[in-house]
């Protein structure tokens, strides 16, 4: 399984959406925010130039767009 990442921020309904999904599943990834974190969020801002979240980093590799994300645990979580 590759490393992931989920970026996200509470107040963000695109964002609860995936982690309801994940936990529905019982699916334990590490979360980070780029609203609460300087850090992280020059960390998204590098991975994909902007600060739009949900973003799944799959080994680096930014994922946006919720439904994709949660299409990508879909067919990739075993
Ligand atoms: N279509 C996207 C919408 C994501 C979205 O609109 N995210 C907002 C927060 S709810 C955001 O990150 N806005 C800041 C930005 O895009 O820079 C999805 O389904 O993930």
């Known amino acids: ?13 695109f964002c609860r959406k995936v982690t309801n999904y994940l ?3 019982n ?5 980070k925010d780029p609203y609460a974190d300087a850090a ?11 600060r739009q979240v949900p973003c799944l980093s799959i080994d680096g590799v930014p994922l946006l767009e919720s439904d ?7 067919d990739n979580w075993k």
């Open 23 to 25: 936990k529905n599943r």
């Open 27 to 31: 699916i334990d990834i590490p979360l």
């Open 68 to 74: 994709d994300i949660i299409r990508w645990f879909e």
């Open 1 to 13: 399984m590759p490393e992931l990442v989920l970026y996200q921020s509470d107040w963000c309904p």
């Open 40 to 50: 992280t969020a020059s960390d998204l801002m590098g991975m994909t130039g902007g």
